[in-house]
């Protein structure tokens, strides 16, 4: 019997507490694509195919949804929109160049998520601003 | 007994490169739209009827929605898989997912070439 005591196993986690992780940039990146992704085809894609439809019908229907794409609820709920686009396609950008080997040290990957979170944020205010 | 696992096998690495070849083409197409817009400075309504009556451009935007549809399976479904363990709510909503995407491309088709 050796005398050597092993420690007593700390207790597992047995579920995770979402409040209490605290998630570094590239996992708060990743979540953020996955609601960006969900919010696009949930909310965007039937908008969009609305939009599409209703701006090739007739010139009437063309500017009445102009006229609706101007009431703040609407250029609110698009700027989320354009955000979500964003978000997605500066973060697939990133995944892309993941998947050919570029940034994948650590600090290059964290680097690399906050230009995505901030690039898209700061796309979403200069065009948000634009359209608005 | 042997419970059965409700979950597919060996798509993997065809949906990864499902995701990133959908990926590049909506980007492609989302930056060329952008691209003719800016040249023509703007849209007003005879331009963008006049953009949907060229063809090229109507089969250009349906390989568009497809990859966009094809592209938001997939990661639906790994949405769903991810998070919803009950296997029949997982298999209801995987389902309603495929019914909205179906009835999204076809109402893709009917704007593009429906007859206005």
Known sequence: ?132 | MVKPIVVGAHYGLKDWLTQRLTAVAMALYTLILLAIAGYHGGIDYAFWQALFANSAFRVATLLFGLALLWHAWVGMRDIWMDYIKPTALRLTLEMLTVVALLGYAGWLVDILWGGR
């Open chain 1, 1 to 132: 019997m050796s005398s050597i005591e092993r420690p007593a196993p700390k207790p597992r986690p047995v579920y995770l507490n979402l409040a209490r992780i605290r998630l570094p940039v590239p996992g708060l990146v990743s979540i953020l694509h996955r609601i960006s992704g969900a919010g696009l085809f949930l909310v965007g894609v039937p908008l969009l195919l609305y939009g599409v439809q209703q701006s090739l019908a007739s010139p009437e229907s063309f500017e009445s949804l102009r006229a609706a794409a101007a009431t703040p609820l609407a250029k609110i709920v698009l700027i989320g929109l354009l955000w979500a686009y964003l978000h997605h396609f500066c973060a697939g950008l990133r995944y892309l160049l993941l998947d050919v080997h570029q940034f994948i040290d650590l600090k290059p990957a964290r680097q690399s998520s906050v230009v995505v979170l901030i690039a898209s944020l700061a796309l979403t205010v200069l065009i948000g601003i634009r359209l608005w």
